[in-house]
């Protein structure tokens, strides 16, 4: 079975435990061969400052099947710049709108 999920993370606090429950679920499904998955962790508001940090830049490297979005309203709130940001990350115009896009596509939506 395919699984979608989006997970949210919007205050650098969350962080930590958002890595773990992707983590978490992430190694469950390579287990499982009947599983598969598809995982967006989104970033916006004050969060999106984890990307800069070694810990941020170390989660985009080591899940390399899991795709990271930044909300450039956030980047722009926190003077960041996408040359600033790990390689892979996409950038998004706003992330509110990348969730409800992502929700109308069938991603079951995650905020630890």
């Known amino acids: 079975m ?3 999920v989006v997970f949210h993370v919007d205050q650098p606090d969350h962080w930590a435990h958002t890595m773990q429950n992707v983590a978490n679920l992430t190694t469950y499904v390579e287990s ?3 599983e598969q998955l598809q ?5 916006n508001g004050a969060a999106i400052t984890k990307y800069l940090d070694q810990d941020g830049r170390d989660v985009v490297r080591r899940f390399t099947d899991v795709e990271f979005h930044a909300c450039h309203n956030s980047m722009s ?7 600033q ?6 950038v998004v115009p706003v992330g509110v709108l990348d969730l409800i896009k992502l929700q109308e596509s069938g991603y079951a939506y995650i905020k630890p």
């Open 77 to 83: 709130t926190h003077n960041i710049t996408a040359d």
């Open 2 to 4: 395919r699984h979608k």
């Open 85 to 90: 940001l790990p390689e892979s990350v996409l």
């Open 39 to 43: 995982v967006v962790v989104l970033v």
């Open 32 to 34: 499982e061969p009947k």
